[in-house]
């Protein structure tokens, strides 16, 4: 009998990750739980897929991902005083595979990646799975930066890593606070990665900046970026990210020895999905925001709960009031057949909080709303006497 015992890789994302293994929900559950928008990927891009298989596109590609892609890339991310040419971008396997590259190409043992937290939970798993040590930082209770404790847990850091519009809170970092990042690790070598998943999820009159304009960001950014959400294309599996050259070739070399090249049908359908016109994401744009509307008038008024401003994403993240560990909460939700992730998940600062994906129709968001109103009202005496103030 062999005995087997995982590499230390593993057990250190192991003892550190509360990332759930996703299954299929169970029968007649409602989910708010996925992150992915409920939308078909438009047509033209389906269409391009087909048509570059019939036509024999079924070779491997560039490894750094077709050149007729990056190029469109390339011009799609230049702006005034900021040109980025074919070997500044790699295309990915989604974001996950360029998030990965990037922090297993610039993340050695010992070195301190600073993570605002509540944040998306790959990116401290992916720092566990380079040997680097996760610096959390914990948001200010608006769920904007706390830019005086940012400010003294970057001294020396090697990486930030943060998302926005921010995945689970679905705040969106201002100008300012982007502005005021930049002036912090002027002068530094501290890298700066700018995951910008939901860029094209915003909802007005919320104004959307990306770290690529702001000056004092865009030498030291890694932009990262996905077609999964804007453009409902999460089975696909295709992402990119932007940056300079020295640190795009290295994380190519670790995505090219973890994945190879990218699926080449993908990447011709990836194009065409930037060619769609802006109706088609407005359209899906303006129906979330619908959504969101009904989900925070319907959350409105059910006892113990705050929810956020959304600004941004698909994501209502809410706090609870009531001193119950959340994957307790999350655990007894499913007992009633609603699927919402813990807040725990997105790092010490989640705890007390769950986030609800709203990219959902609106039988199942009342639906939800229904099993929250009645869990929550009845919160036994045991429990309400823990209440928090
Ligand atoms: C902030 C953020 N970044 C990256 C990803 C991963 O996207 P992809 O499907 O391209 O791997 C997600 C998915 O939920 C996300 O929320």
Same mark, same amino acid.
């Given at each position: 009998?062999?005995?087997?015992? +995982?590499?230390?890789?593993?057990?250190?994302?192991?003892?550190?990750?509360?990332?759930?293994?996703?299954?299929?929900?169970?029968?007649?559950?409602?989910?708010?739980?996925? *992150? &992915? +928008?409920?939308?078909?990927? +438009?047509?033209?891009?389906?269409?391009?897929?087909?048509?570059?298989?019939?036509?024999?596109?079924?070779?491997?590609?560039?490894?750094? *991902?077709? +050149?007729?892609?990056?190029?469109?890339?390339?011009?799609?991310?230049?702006?005034? *005083?900021?040109?980025?040419?074919?070997?500044?971008?790699?295309?990915?396997? !989604?974001?996950?595979?360029?998030?990965?590259?990037?922090? @297993?190409?610039?993340?050695?043992?010992?070195?301190?990646?600073?993570?605002?937290?509540?944040?998306?939970?790959?990116?401290?798993?992916?720092? &566990?799975?380079?040997?680097?040590?996760?610096?959390?930082?914990? @948001?200010?209770?608006?769920?904007?930066?706390?830019?005086?404790?940012?400010?003294?847990?970057?001294? !020396?850091?090697?990486?930030?890593?943060?998302?926005?519009?921010?995945?689970?809170?679905?705040?969106?970092?201002?100008?300012?606070?982007?502005?005021?990042?930049?002036?912090?690790?002027?002068? /530094?070598?501290?890298?700066?990665?700018?995951?910008?998943?939901?860029?094209?999820?915003?909802?007005?009159?919320?104004?959307?900046?990306?770290?690529?304009?702001?000056?004092?960001?865009?030498?030291?950014?890694?932009?990262?970026?996905?077609?999964?959400?804007?453009?409902?294309?999460?089975?696909?599996?295709? !992402?990119?990210?932007?940056?300079?050259?020295?640190?795009?070739?290295?994380?190519?070399?670790?995505?090219?020895?973890?994945?190879?090249?990218?699926?080449?049908?993908?990447?011709?359908?990836?194009?065409?999905?930037?060619? /769609?016109?802006?109706?088609?994401?407005?359209?899906?744009?303006?129906? =979330?925001?619908?959504?969101?509307?009904?989900?925070?008038? @319907? @959350?409105?008024?059910?006892?113990?709960?705050?929810? =956020?401003?959304?600004?941004?994403?698909?994501?209502?993240?809410?706090? =609870?009031?009531?001193?119950?560990?959340?994957?307790?909460?999350?655990?007894?939700?499913? *007992?009633?057949?609603?699927?919402?992730?813990?807040?725990?998940?997105?790092?010490?600062?989640?705890?007390?909080?769950?986030?609800?994906?709203?990219?959902?129709?609106?039988?199942?968001?009342?639906?939800?709303? /229904?099993?929250?109103?009645?869990?929550?009202?009845?919160?036994?005496?045991?429990?309400?006497?823990?209440?928090?103030?």
């Amino acid at each position: 009998m062999t005995t087997f015992e +995982p590499s230390p890789a593993v057990l250190r994302v192991a003892a550190t990750s509360k990332r759930p293994a996703m299954g299929s929900a169970p029968e007649n559950a409602v989910s708010l739980a996925m *992150g &992915e +928008p409920d939308f078909d990927t +438009p047509t033209a891009v389906i269409g391009a897929a087909s048509a570059a298989l019939e036509a024999g596109e079924t070779h491997y590609a560039d490894q750094n *991902g077709l +050149p007729s892609l990056r190029h469109a890339l390339a011009d799609k991310l230049s702006r005034d *005083g900021l040109e980025y040419n074919q070997d500044q971008i790699l295309v990915s396997h !989604g974001a996950t595979a360029g998030l990965a590259s990037a922090i @297993l190409a610039t993340v050695g043992p010992g070195d301190r990646v600073v993570i605002p937290e509540p944040c998306y939970s790959l990116y401290a798993d992916l720092v &566990e799975l380079a040997g680097g040590t996760t610096v959390f930082v914990g @948001l200010s209770p608006d769920m904007h930066w706390d830019l005086p404790a940012l400010r003294d847990a970057l001294v !020396g850091a090697k990486l930030m890593v943060f998302s926005n519009p921010c995945n689970p809170t679905g705040i969106v970092h201002t100008r300012e606070e982007l502005l005021a990042l930049g002036t912090m690790i002027e002068g /530094t070598d501290t890298l700066v990665i700018a995951d910008e998943a939901y860029d094209a999820i915003v909802y007005r009159p919320t104004v959307f900046t990306s770290a690529l304009d702001v000056e004092s960001l865009r030498e030291r950014t890694i932009y990262a970026q996905t077609f999964s959400k804007t453009y409902a294309m999460t089975g696909w599996r295709v !992402g990119y990210i932007a940056g300079p050259a020295d640190v795009i070739a290295a994380a190519s070399r670790v995505h090219r020895t973890f994945n190879g090249s990218v699926n080449t049908a993908v990447q011709l359908a990836a194009h065409t999905a930037l060619e /769609t016109g802006h109706e088609v994401i407005d359209g899906m744009v303006a129906s =979330y925001r619908e959504r969101r509307d009904l989900l925070l008038e @319907l @959350l409105a008024g059910i006892p113990h709960l705050s929810p =956020y401003p959304v600004d941004g994403t698909f994501y209502s993240f809410v706090r =609870y009031d009531l001193d119950v560990p959340s994957e307790q909460v999350t655990a007894e939700l499913r *007992g009633q057949g609603l699927l919402v992730r813990a807040g725990s998940e997105y790092g010490p600062s989640g705890e007390g909080h769950f986030r609800l994906s709203f990219a959902a129709d609106a039988d199942s968001i009342a639906r939800a709303a /229904t099993v929250l109103r009645s869990y929550f009202s009845s919160v036994p005496a045991n429990e309400a006497s823990l209440v928090r103030t």
